[in-house]
């Protein structure tokens, strides 16, 4: 027994301060080895199946289920997809849709954010828990009351257009009965809708994002401003910005992610896949797969194309935020 504790004894005293902190070293890894496996069985997983299926003509179920081959096609769906006059029409209304409620859920969201932090503790407290009503309305019941407020017979917005004057409905929309008017049947007025919607669900989480930021800045910095005859706009956008920049740089990125993304909405807004001419690539991506004769393979691809689109897009957002930190 002596013998082996001494031997014990000298192979700890042996162990080198570096070979003990190569050991203490893995102990993040190993922490972290639980939420690696979980993430790589419900996103990387998926997102491989996704991959492979690109590459195959699948237009059925049974070859889903394995019980007819997979024909191999290469790049074939990419480039039918790409080669589409149709693809172009769709990638300018994703971007365009995307932009547009980037700028107005962060405008709406920082301005919100802005007023909980003038506001006293328990006035804030009760605007934010109101604010954050929507964020917490799952999008298909939120979207479900947006398009009854917007019914052509018994809408509140068809009852309230009726509420005007005839002479101010006639002289300005050119029409006094609005009963039966689409609202969802112009492209352009159904985008407004839309943007409506999408931006109503998401600025609540910019405003108290935001918010949580706006607690983190001096309030020094800001007093010392006002003093030297800063107004409100330059107080923020001299101090409060520059503070917050890594805040709104990942709030950005979010957005950018979600709003290429909007899927529910639309689909509710639209009553299906039936209105083409408003498809954005989340939609054309299930349309394809989907509606009849199936197509899984070319609905892939166009999953995959917006994938690295948004890989793209936030590679260099990041990397121009990443930037202009090293710069300060």
Not at 60 to 68: C, E
Not at 304 to 324: A, F, N, P
Request: with cysteine; aromatic share 14%.
């Amino acid at each position: 027994m002596s013998t082996l504790i001494e031997a014990t004894g000298t192979a700890a005293a042996r162990e080198t301060p570096a070979r003990r902190r190569r050991r203490v070293d893995r102990l993040p890894y190993l922490l972290l080895l639980p939420c690696l496996v979980i993430i790589g069985v419900l996103l990387v997983w998926p997102l491989g199946q996704v991959v492979g299926m690109s590459f195959f003509k699948l237009d059925s179920v049974r070859q889903l289920r394995g019980d007819r081959e997979w024909p191999w096609v290469g790049f074939a769906n990419y480039t039918q997809i790409l080669g589409d006059p149709f693809f172009r029409t769709v990638l300018r209304n994703t971007v365009l849709f995307a932009a547009a409620n980037v700028v107005l859920t962060m405008i709406l969201g920082t301005l919100v954010g802005l007023l909980l932090n003038r506001l006293g503790k328990r006035m804030a407290t009760f605007v934010a828990s109101c604010v954050m009503l929507a964020w917490a309305t799952p999008a298909l019941t939120g979207t479900i009351v947006w398009k009854w407020i917007f019914d052509d017979t018994s809408g509140l917005v068809t009852w309230l257009f009726n509420k005007l004057p005839d002479g101010l409905s006639t002289a300005v929309f050119g029409r006094t009965d609005w009963t039966g008017y689409g609202w969802f049947n112009d492209p352009l007025l159904f985008f407004s809708i839309l943007t409506l919607v999408v931006v109503w669900h998401s600025f609540p989480f910019i405003a108290v994002s935001v918010l949580a930021g706006l607690k983190s800045v001096p309030s020094e910095l800001q007093e010392a401003a006002r003093v030297d005859g800063a107004g409100p706009w330059r107080v923020f956008w001299s101090v409060t910005f520059p503070t917050l920049r890594p805040v709104f740089g990942i709030l950005v990125v979010l957005s950018t992610i979600w709003d290429f993304k909007v899927f529910t909405q639309q689909f509710v807004l639209a009553g299906g896949t039936q209105d083409r001419p408003t498809f954005m690539l989340s939609i054309y991506s299930y349309a394809e797969a989907f509606s009849p004769p199936p197509k899984y393979g070319l609905g892939a691809a166009i999953a995959v194309i917006l994938t690295l689109i948004l890989l793209v897009v936030t590679g260099v957002y990041v990397r121009m935020v990443l930037r202009q930190e090293d710069e300060s």
